[in-house]
């Protein structure tokens, strides 16, 4: 069987599909796995052994890949699949219907340009807000499915935390993880049942809510200023944090998490490649 891998490096994790190389409708993924680029050799070798040594019958043809994180990792992966060919997504790649609203469009992060491709593939014609929580988190906004009119990059819940730590006398490095979701714990919930955010009475509480405030209220703040807004999509390693924090019915307004919402994009430019290259 011949495959095509997408790949999604970010600035922490690798995200990765393995897809049947042949034109398709909608992403069928044969595998798929994450993986932290600190442990990246080590981790291609154990998530991809299965294929890698069945390789008479399983063959990666291409990669289709955003990066934003370090070239060395892209190197990596490229040292694991030399017979594949490489193509990268930018800034400057021309999608048919879609618009990228950037003044310098090079400069556009190509994680969030798939981001809005895979918005766009998902819900056609639809004003959609995209949230990517990962290392830094982007507030992005996609018109009518097609036109990218800008967006925001603020730090991510971990570097929020890490900053904090690193900068302070005083303050502990916590870590995402410690933001407890939690409805075990003894925590508010407003009338829509989703985490209110008090004010903190320990250092803990006050850091943890003042930065899940950052970032909730970034996001509020876009809703607010969106009255035709349809639905907002949120993907990454924070998307469950976050979504806890979320009014689920922000102003009448969807709300849906979409893990994959990258590698579908990177799909759909893969497909527009491939009938373009027929
Ligand atoms: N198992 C995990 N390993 C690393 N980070 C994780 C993990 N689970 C959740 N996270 C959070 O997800 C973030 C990375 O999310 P991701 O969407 O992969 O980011 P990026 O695309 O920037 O690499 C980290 O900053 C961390 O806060
Ligand atoms: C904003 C980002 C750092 C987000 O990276 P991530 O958190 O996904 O690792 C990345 O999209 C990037 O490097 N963008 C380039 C600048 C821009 O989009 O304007």
């Not at 599909?17 to 994450?34: A, D, F, N, P, R």
């Not at 399983?58 to 190197?75: E, P, R, S, Y």
């Not at 250092?203 to 349809?230: F, Y």
Request: aromatic share 6%; net charge negative; hydrophobic share 40%.
């Amino acid at each position: 069987m011949e495959l095509d891998l997408l790949l999604d490096i970010g600035n922490t994790r690798s995200k990765w599909i393995t897809t049947k190389s042949g034109l398709g409708g909608s992403l069928s993924i044969e595998q798929s796995g994450i993986i932290n680029n600190q442990e990246l050799s080590e981790q291609i070798m154990q998530q991809f052994d299965s294929l890698l040594t069945s390789s008479s019958v399983a063959v990666i043809q291409n990669i289709f890949c955003t990066c934003v994180g370090q070239l060395d990792v892209l190197k990596i992966w490229q040292a694991h699949f030399p017979s594949a060919t490489l193509y990268q997504l930018s800034g400057e790649t021309v999608i048919p219907g879609f618009d990228n609203g950037y003044q310098r469009p090079t400069e556009l992060g190509t994680d969030r340009l798939a981001g809005m491709l895979g918005a766009k593939t998902l819900y056609p014609e639809k004003n959609i807000l995209v949230i990517a929580s990962g290392t830094a988190t982007t507030i992005d906004y996609l018109h009518q499915g097609s036109k990218f009119i800008g967006g925001w990059i603020i730090p991510g819940l971990d570097l929020m935390l890490k900053s904090l730590g690193k900068s302070t006398a005083n303050l502990p490095t916590l870590e995402a993880n410690q933001l407890t979701t939690s409805r075990d714990d003894d925590q508010t919930f407003n009338n829509q049942g989703t985490l209110a955010i008090p004010f903190g009475t320990s250092t803990k509480d006050a850091i943890g809510m003042g930065v899940v405030l950052a970032t909730v209220g970034a996001i509020q703040q876009a809703i607010a200023q969106l009255p035709h807004l349809e639905l907002i999509l949120i993907t990454g390693g924070n998307a469950n944090l976050l979504e806890a924090y979320l009014l689920s019915d922000s102003n009448q307004v969807k709300f849906v998490q979409e893990p994959n919402l990258i590698l579908v994009g990177l799909n759909a430019w893969r497909l527009h490649h491939k009938e373009a290259h027929i």
